[in-house]
């Protein structure tokens, strides 16, 4: 069992998990293969304070190199958890991480992933097939997949996934070539409606109000529709001075408080910033890391405590319970890069954080 180094503000000390794991050993199914893979999967059952690597699998490994993109909670189900890889494809757990296994999609990359907020059963992917960006859909646990959206040759790929938390039928996507696309009918159908100066990495929505949602582009623009994309402001201006000390440094990370309505983060190598008004007003965050040197690349809130949140650079996490504060760190002992964190919605105690190249 791996151990990582916890380090409260101030105070460092390492923790020892003595060969005991955050959850019992799962037990071995009689005739099925199994297989270990690289410690890209790590989780907390304690809220962030120990971690344990979960890279246990069972089945056919489609690779042992695992390098995660995405990741995708079961809203109805925490211990149903989806990666989606730079290659192999997507792993899924039922057990909270103890074993995954590889389901039946096989793509070039997995940039995005996610699930029907309404059932939890319907599985969403975007990914990169045989060079070409294309949205997957599944009713039945990976077992059959549908095409439901393509790029029109090689080249342009589906940057980010997002479904509206209150329709299921409502899905925006991103794509490469500056698009922002958005499907009425659980995609059916799609129409661009919007073309940005460069592509969104990211696309969240507000707690409260479905019509409400924030963008962010790879040139550190933010973005903002009030009206569900039938309109975008560009409110980058509205964020620069809560930056400047920063010069031109943008970010990469932004998300919507699950909980609170109109309060939104941002993040990057800009540090941390927060908006309580729907984007009109910014305020910086105190960080502990120099953000220029390792930029912040993922952020998660509690949701159901909004004062406590999560943020990661390269193999540290850090996390708050009061609102940003005070911060207590983890250190991961890999050679990997931290790329998503995730609460189990049910559960907040348990965290899920993953890697790649």
């Keep these: ?41 790590w989780k907390s059952g304690d809220g962030g304070v120990s971690w344990a690597v979960q890279n246990k699998g069972e089945g056919k490994a489609n690779t042992t190199n695992v390098s995660v993109l995405s990741t995708a909670v079961n809203p109805y189900d925490g211990g149903n958890v989806y990666v989606g890889l730079k290659t192999g494809g997507i792993m899924e757990t039922k057990d909270g991480g103890m074993t995954w296994n590889f389901i039946n999609f096989q793509s070039e990359k997995i940039y995005g992933l996610a699930l029907d907020p309404a059932t939890g059963k319907t599985l969403y992917a975007s990914a990169v097939w045989q060079g070409t960006g294309k949205i997957f859909k599944t ?41 922002v696309l958005k499907s009425g009918d659980g995609g059916v159908s799609w129409k661009n409606i919007y073309v940005s100066g460069a592509p969104v990495l990211k696309i969240s929505e507000d707690a409260q109000n479905s019509n409400l949602l924030y963008a962010i582009t790879t040139s550190g623009l933010v973005l903002r529709t009030a009206d569900g994309g039938v309109t975008f402001e560009d409110i980058t201006a509205k964020v620069s001075e809560a930056i400047k000390s920063y010069g031109n440094s943008g970010g990469t990370v932004l998300e919507a408080d699950p909980s609170v309505g109109s309060r939104v983060y941002m993040a990057g190598a800009m540090g941390l910033l927060v908006s309580d008004d729907g984007g009109n007003t910014w305020r910086s965050m105190p960080t502990l890391n120099n953000v220029q040197t390792f930029p912040i690349k993922a952020l998660a809130i509690n ?8 943020y990661g650079a390269v193999q540290a996490t850090y996390k708050s319970t009061d609102g940003g504060e005070t911060w207590v760190t983890a250190q991961f002992d890999n050679k990997l890069s931290l790329r998503t964190l995730a609460y189990n919605p049910s559960n907040p105690a348990e965290i899920y954080v993953a890697f790649s190249k």
């Design 1 to 41: 069992m791996k151990s990582i180094k916890l380090i409260a503000t101030g105070i460092f000390c390492a923790v020892v998990l003595s060969g005991c794991s955050l959850t019992p050993a799962a037990p071995v199914k009689v005739g099925t293969p199994t297989f270990t893979f690289s410690e890209s999967l």
């Design 139 to 179: 009713d039945d646990e990976g077992a059959n997949w549908k095409e439901i959206y393509t790029s029109p040759s090689s080249g342009p790929l589906v940057v980010s996934l997002m479904i509206d938390k209150r329709n299921a039928q409502i899905i925006y996507v991103s794509t490469s070539d500056n698009q």
């Design 303 to 310: 949701p159901q405590n909004s004062k406590e949140l999560i």
